[in-house]
């Protein structure tokens, strides 16, 4: 299957279908049927979310319950996405109304996709596996996460923590007032100035990254933006202007004309993400960002984040 290839649903997959976002071929749009989600619904309505926080074994028994509901066919399909360089990336949305509070469906949902696909890491933000936050009109937090009135640059997560962050999952739990703040996608292959930036003196020499208090993380952590390379020899990529820590002119220039240069990047695409719909990335192949709000004095969007390795499921 090639990134530009439709798949038509055969009778393995009728419960979701997959196709190319018309915003940008290389992301995959995945529709869960409203029967597919009625029969992961049924599945796993034994479980509540507080044992889901407490045992992490019953998040992979709610992720193959999902695949179950999909004819096993769903968890396939998903890590050859993300596997795949020239994709990487897919947009899940789901048909119909679940009968459970929709918060805790979410939650179900978003932990089934993350277990398909690896283990999401523990979230020192919010003390769980994932985290929940709110965007307002208004903020004074200490990074650009909950600030709706400018646009959050283009990085990549987990560079400031020792984990292993091979895939994000954004998810979209609710919102009110909302205009503007989509999201904000590049994948660095279409990146015109990575040759440039990839072999500069200083891709390969490590940068020291940390965080502000509201991460929960008390430690520095030292390593290259161009970090290692796939097994084609291609570059991953860790970087995030606001959590570097220059030591010298030379860092500070390089990383000051790279973030220059991405925000600049034409081949930047915005990505709206429906309410209940998630945004899963290969966090080492695609950059992720967040356009600016229109000014509401009742905006709020609450947002649900994973985060994990990639593992041999």
């Not at 709706?148 to 962050?165: I, K, S």
Request: glycine letters at 6%; hydrophobic letters at 35%.
């Amino acid at each position: 299957m090639t990134a530009m290839e439709k798949v038509v649903p055969s009778e393995a997959n009728v419960a979701f279908t997959q196709e190319n976002h018309p915003n940008n071929p290389r992301l995959q749009r995945i529709v869960l049927s409203e029967q597919g989600l009625k029969a992961f619904e049924t599945a796993t309505s034994q479980w509540g979310l507080q044992a889901i926080e407490y045992k992490p074994f019953l998040r992979f028994a709610v992720a193959n319950a999902l695949d179950e509901a999909c004819g096993g066919a769903l968890s396939p399909v998903l890590n050859q996405i993300m596997q795949t360089r020239e994709q990487g990336a897919f947009l899940f949305e789901y048909e119909g109304t679940p009968d459970m509070d929709a918060s805790e469906f979410h939650v179900k949902l978003s932990t089934a996709i993350s277990h398909l696909i690896g283990v999401p890491n523990f979230d020192a933000m919010y003390g769980k596996f994932y985290a929940r936050f709110t965007v307002r009109n208004k903020d004074d937090s200490d990074s650009y996460l909950r600030q709706a009135h400018r646009r959050m640059e283009l990085h990549n997560d987990g560079t400031y923590v020792n984990e292993r962050t091979d895939f994000v999952i954004m998810m979209k739990m609710k919102e009110e007032n909302m205009e503007g703040g989509d999201s904000l996608i590049l994948h660095i292959d279409d990146w015109q100035d990575l040759e440039r930036f990839y072999h500069h003196p200083l891709a390969k020499q490590d940068i020291q990254w940390g965080s502000p208090p509201s991460k929960q993380v008390d430690y520095k952590v030292h390593h290259p933006v161009f970090f290692e390379e796939d097994q084609n020899g291609k570059p991953h990529m860790l970087f995030i202007d606001q959590f570097a820590e220059p030591q010298n002119m030379r860092q500070g220039l390089y990383l000051h004309q790279m973030g220059e240069s991405l925000e600049a990047e034409e081949n930047c695409s915005n990505i709206e993400v429906p309410v209940g719909s998630m945004l899963v990335l290969q966090n080492h192949c695609w950059l992720h960002g967040r356009d600016k709000f229109v000014a509401h004095p009742g905006l709020e969007r609450e947002l649900l984040r994973q985060r994990g390795h990639f593992s041999d499921n």
